[in-house]
């Protein structure tokens, strides 16, 4: 069973939410909480598999209320959930490390496809989010930065850009997890990215992600 905190100060949409999950037997709303510190709280006691996390909450902005929950459970996947446009937060917010933005005019469907993306440990991005990733990381005129990787730096590359956790890709090419960090840290130095969000936003963009 699936076990989720939503966090939202209007008790409509919590309410809503509630009634299409009814139709997924293995999904239950643990928690319910209507501001950052409520959902702060819950996520210290409660035993939690994810939160639903509105963006905008009376007391605190929701990724405030991120970067607190961080610090308590920092492996709890989190999904922002919110009205504001997903062209204009969206990058944002996946750099601060959330499990993935949706808009709340989302499909029940495209909710239900998102947590289990999270709770698998991998991140979400719609598909017009794919489409509408800013900043061209190769820039004018020069190869995309992933033409010179090496063919086992690519095949890292991909795995990483699609979610995967390092000891994952260890294990399914049957490689140390050190040799595999070593792969990530020639990628980032060769592509000069910071981070794994830097990895999926790239991904994404140029088709790299099946």
């Given at each position: 069973?699936?076990?989720?905190?939503?966090?939202?100060?209007?008790?409509?949409?919590?309410?809503?939410?509630?009634?299409?999950?009814?139709?997924?037997?293995?999904?239950?709303?643990?928690?319910?909480a209507?501001?950052?510190?409520?959902?702060?709280?819950?996520?210290?006691?409660?035993?939690?598999?994810?939160?639903?996390?509105?963006?905008?909450?009376?007391?605190?902005?929701?990724?405030?209320a991120?970067?607190?929950?961080?610090?308590?459970?920092?492996?709890?996947?989190v999904?922002?959930?919110?009205?504001?446009?997903?062209?204009?937060y969206?990058?944002?917010?996946?750099?601060?490390?959330?499990?993935?933005?949706?808009?709340k005019?989302?499909t029940?469907?495209?909710?239900?496809?998102?947590?289990?993306?999270?709770?698998?440990?991998?991140?979400?991005?719609?598909?017009?989010?794919?489409?509408q990733?800013?900043?061209?990381l190769?820039?004018?005129?020069?190869?995309?930065?992933?033409?010179?990787?090496?063919?086992?730096?690519?095949?890292?590359?991909?795995?990483?850009?699609?979610?995967?956790?390092?000891?994952?890709?260890?294990d399914?090419?049957?490689?140390s997890?050190?040799?595999?960090?070593?792969?990530?840290?020639?990628i980032?130095?060769?592509?000069?990215?910071?981070?794994?969000?830097?990895?999926?936003?790239?991904?994404?963009?140029?088709?790299?992600?099946?």
């Amino acid at each position: 069973m699936t076990r989720l905190l939503v966090v939202d100060d209007h008790p409509i949409v919590t309410a809503g939410i509630k009634e299409f999950l009814l139709d997924y037997h293995d999904f239950t709303v643990a928690g319910e909480a209507g501001s950052g510190v409520e959902a702060v709280r819950m996520v210290r006691e409660a035993d939690l598999d994810v939160v639903l996390l509105d963006n905008s909450l009376p007391d605190m902005k929701g990724l405030e209320a991120l970067t607190q929950i961080r610090r308590i459970k920092p492996a709890l996947p989190v999904l922002i959930l919110t009205m504001q446009p997903e062209d204009q937060y969206a990058f944002k917010a996946l750099r601060a490390d959330v499990s993935g933005y949706l808009s709340k005019d989302c499909t029940p469907e495209a909710l239900i496809s998102a947590i289990r993306i999270a709770v698998s440990g991998r991140r979400y991005a719609s598909p017009a989010f794919g489409d509408q990733l800013a900043g061209d990381l190769d820039g004018e005129g020069h190869k995309p930065p992933h033409t010179e990787l090496s063919d086992r730096e690519l095949q890292v590359f991909c795995k990483l850009a699609a979610g995967h956790a390092v000891f994952e890709i260890a294990d399914e090419l049957l490689l140390s997890r050190k040799t595999v960090s070593t792969y990530r840290l020639r990628i980032v130095e060769k592509m000069r990215m910071k981070s794994n969000a830097d990895i999926m936003y790239y991904g994404i963009k140029h088709g790299l992600v099946l």
